[in-house]
T-cell receptor, first 116, second 111 residues
Framework: NAGVTQTPKFRVLKTGQSMTLLCAQD?????MYWYRQDPGMGLRLIHY???????AKGEVPDGYNVSRLKKQNFLLGLESAAPSQTSVYFC???????????????FGPGTRLLVL | RKEVEQDPGPFNVPEGATVAFNCTYS??????FFWYRQDCRKEPKLLMS???SGNEDGRFTAQLNRASQYISLLIRDSKLSDSATYLC????????????FGTGTRLKVLA
């Protein structure tokens, strides 16, 4: 049981390049999330998904796209990377509790992205 | 005002000390509250959920004060291994899937 995994662990991009970050979970969780963490800002929600085939915008979605074609995978894409997207990206997943109340989020180890 | 606010610290305490952190939140409709722990350059991990009546897990005690809109975390008999950043997490509103993370309070336990 690997939990939540993320690939790659670290990447350097040039401005304008594109890339996809992959998140996979083996806990059969319905909900998945992408966050970015910057110094002094805390974790901010980029996009999230409440089930296979569905995605929704979070607090800071601009410049990112996501897809959830399979329940266990949640992809985060950067079409044209900018230096402002230099950050640590965390994926998380959770299952739904009773009454729609969210339960614990389990995080992946993170992807460190540097955009030059 | 930030939706979730924490004192960034650092709190430098000797081993064996008791230390407490507070976290205030702005949305009175928030229903779910958590404390996460994050070690340097690692992912956040759940420390404990916070229940209305307060709850304890070993040396850790969490409290919720809805009237004043804050949650607290008390750590007794601090260990060197407790050194980390503690994140306060609040759900944005009842029934939503969005959680707001505080920027964290850094704790350093000194030998």
């Amino acid at each position: 049981n690997a939990g939540v995994t993320q690939t790659p662990k670290f990447r350097v991009l040039k401005t304008g390049q594109s890339m996809t970050l992959l998140c996979a979970q083996d806990m059969n969780h319905e909900y998945m999330y992408w966050y970015r963490q910057d110094p002094g800002m805390g974790l901010r929600l980029i996009h999230y998904s409440v089930g296979e085939g569905t995605t929704a915008k979070g607090e800071v979605p601009d410049g990112y796209n996501v897809s959830r074609l399979k329940k266990q995978n949640f992809l985060l894409g950067l079409e044209s990377a900018a230096p402002s997207q230099t950050s640590v990206y965390f994926c998380a997943s959770s299952y739904a509790g009773l009454g729609g109340v969210q339960e614990t989020q389990y995080f992946g180890p993170g992807t460190r992205l540097l955009v030059l | 005002r930030k939706e979730v606010e924490q004192d960034p610290g650092p709190f430098n305490v000797p081993e064996g000390a008791t230390v407490a952190f507070n976290c205030t939140y702005s949305n009175s409709a928030s229903q779910s509250f958590f404390w996460y722990r994050q070690d340097c350059r690692k992912e956040p991990k759940l420390l404990m959920s916070v229940y209305s009546s307060g709850n304890e897990d070993g040396r850790f005690t969490a409290q919720l004060n809805r009237a004043s809109q804050y949650i607290s975390l008390l750590i007794r008999d601090s260990k060197l291994s407790d050194s980390a950043t503690y994140l306060c997490v609040v759900n944005k509103a009842s029934g939503t899937y969005k959680y707001i993370f505080g920027t964290g309070t850094r704790l350093k336990v000194l030998a």
